[in-house]
């Protein structure tokens, strides 16, 4: 049966005809192997103190005392292809993590996350006003995220993390064997197969309504909106990526989505692929809910909330009305005003800005200047996500308990 949240629009159909009962069913498909593995890591990710043996004291993985991920990261470092003693869906996750397939193009995937690198501050904007935003709107899709509480409750540290991992893979080498790029894409898979099953656990999740928590569906969202959303954001402030960067961009989160466990049927081969697929998940995902507007208005409020004194309040709520102001300006009035986002004075000035940034832009086709940007780009995502963690390092798990809040069904 296919989950109620799947609503494809007259327009949608006729536009995409039977695709859309091609997508369909990946709602109810996960990561099986993820969460296989995840289900072997009795704390979260292994933590050496919840490790024992198993029952009737028989061996156990990972061993006692030893944490799993670490096992599993160090194989990868060392370009191990096996760990001793490990079960076969163990062997099975590091082979495909460890495995390059034909496909991936190392010099596509440089152009791209230099590309996005260079955007610098107007990268980070997009990301989070425009890809972070309209991620919320599906009604079935937010529902992880809100039975989790990752948003609501920390805010600003999930943001940081988001930005950890964006600028991690888009470094250069970063997704080659034992790269950052690697090793956080292969915890993050774990992290969401950890939600998963405490989602399934819980057995508050409707899977008739939303089907499966973080299914294969929403994963494939996921690399739209990094990739797609965010080049046709860019666009829309005036930074027009070149298509061969544009096409470099999304063959990074085409890699980045193998590495993540998403179904080889889902990758896109292109930007039209990938824009294609983008329309289809928009014409059949419905219209924003409440738990939507509540994440928007978490991710717009997070900074109020957390003041400690009245200065820091005034720079938050400065930051808010700029916020609103850009939000409104790339997603547009009427999306704006489904999700109550406040209307703000700043999107008069964003036609002047665009103007600016496409004058640069004409600039940043320079060597000497790419170079700069790539460097400056690289700064203020080293900033932007210091700032978002606050000195704790992001370490991607999966949190320990879910939130008590309901989801809207």
């Known amino acids: ?100 397939p034909l496909w991936v193009d190392w010099e596509a995937i440089a152009r791209g996350g230099s590309a996005f690198m260079r955007a610098g501050m107007l990268g980070g904007i997009v990301l989070g006003a425009g890809a972070l935003v309209l991620s919320y709107t599906s009604p079935g899709g937010n529902k992880p995220l809100v039975f989790s509480g990752r948003l609501q409750e920390q805010a600003s540290r999930r943001l940081g993390e988001t930005g950890h991992f964006v600028r991690a893979v888009t470094q250069p080498e970063a997704l080659r064997q034992g790269g950052e790029g690697q090793l956080l894409s292969l915890k993050v898979r774990l992290m969401h197969a950890g939600v998963r099953r405490l989602i399934r656990q819980s057995g508050r999740f409707r899977v008739d309504l939303w089907g499966e928590p973080i ?58 692929e990938a824009r294609r697929y983008g329309e289809m998940i928009q014409a059949t995902q419905g219209q924003p809910d409440d738990d939507s507007r509540a994440l928007v208005r978490a991710l717009l409020h997070g900074d109020i909330e957390e003041a400690r004194t009245p200065k820091q309040r005034e720079f938050a709520e ?32 964003m036609p002047v800005v665009r103007a600016l940034v496409s004058a640069t832009e004409r600039a940043r086709g320079l060597s000497p200047v790419r170079s700069w940007a790539f460097a400056a780009g690289t700064r203020y995502w080293d900033a932007a996500v210091a700032a978002g963690l606050r000195g704790i390092a992001a370490d991607f798990m999966p949190p320990e308990r879910l939130a008590k809040t309901e989801a809207v069904a």
Not at 224 to 250: C, H, N, Q, T, W
Not at 324 to 344: N, Y
């Open 1 to 100: 049966m296919i989950p109620a949240r799947f609503q494809p629009t007259p327009e949608g159909l006729r536009e995409h005809g039977e695709r859309l009962d091609r997508l369909a069913p990946y709602l109810l498909r996960s990561d099986p192997l993820a969460d296989e593995v995840a289900g072997l890591l009795r704390s979260p990710f292994g933590d050496p103190a919840a490790n024992s043996a198993g029952a009737g004291g028989e061996p156990s993985w990972p061993p006692p005392g030893v944490s799993g991920i670490q096992l599993l990261e160090q194989a990868l470092r060392e370009g191990r292809g096996t760990l001793p003693g490990a079960p076969p869906s163990v062997e099975a996750l590091l082979e495909h993590t460890r495995r390059v």
């Open 215 to 272: 299914n294969q569906h929403d994963m494939l969202g996921t690399l739209i909106l990094f990739s797609v959303v965010v080049i046709e954001g860019l666009a829309k402030f005036g930074y027009r990526m070149p298509p061969r960067d544009a096409e470099g961009l999304v063959h990074l989160w085409r890699y980045v989505g193998y590495l993540m466990g998403v179904d080889h049927d889902l990758l896109p081969g292109s930007y039209a």
């Open 318 to 349: 400065k930051r808010l009305r700029v916020a609103s102001g850009i939000m409104r300006f790339l997603h547009g009035d009427e999306l704006a005003d489904v999700l109550a986002i406040p209307h703000s004075p700043v999107g008069v000035v």
